[in-house]
């Protein structure tokens, strides 16, 4: 049982950075696994990034592997994505979400989802 808000996107020029933030309500966001989702007008949504309940497994797409990083605060209950190096076809809704254990990469293992933050990467 947890509830998800992203916060962090906007618009940024080709190259440059942001930092998207979830935070969870709820006391049990400890026993989740976290994943970053994102979904691009007229495409399915893919997957970004996840990471195990401990932090110490992550796993990475490979059009966004050595540039975006997945990280957690269990105290703060808020898991984050940092993006560098961005590039137009990152552009996208970024969906952040909770499922079980370990690292997941299907969506439909995920139980929880956030509303969606918009990422515009300028040319």
């Known amino acids: 049982q947890v509830q998800l808000v992203e916060s962090g996107g906007g618009l940024v020029q080709a190259g440059g950075s942001l930092r998207l933030s979830c935070a969870a309500s709820?006391?049990?966001?400890?026993?989740?696994?976290m994943g970053w989702f994102r979904q691009a007008p007229g495409k399915e949504r893919e997957f970004v990034a996840a990471i195990s309940q401990s932090g110490g497994t992550t796993y990475y797409t490979d059009s966004v592997k050595g540039r975006f990083t997945i990280s957690r605060d269990n105290a703060k209950n808020t898991v984050y994505l940092q993006m560098n190096s961005l590039k137009p076809e990152d552009t996208a809704v970024y969906y952040c979400a909770a499922g079980g254990t370990g690292v997941i990469t299907t969506a439909r293992e995920y139980g929880y989802w956030g509303q969606g933050t918009q990422v515009t990467v300028s040319s």
């Open positions: 709820g006391r049990t966001f400890r026993r989740y696994a």
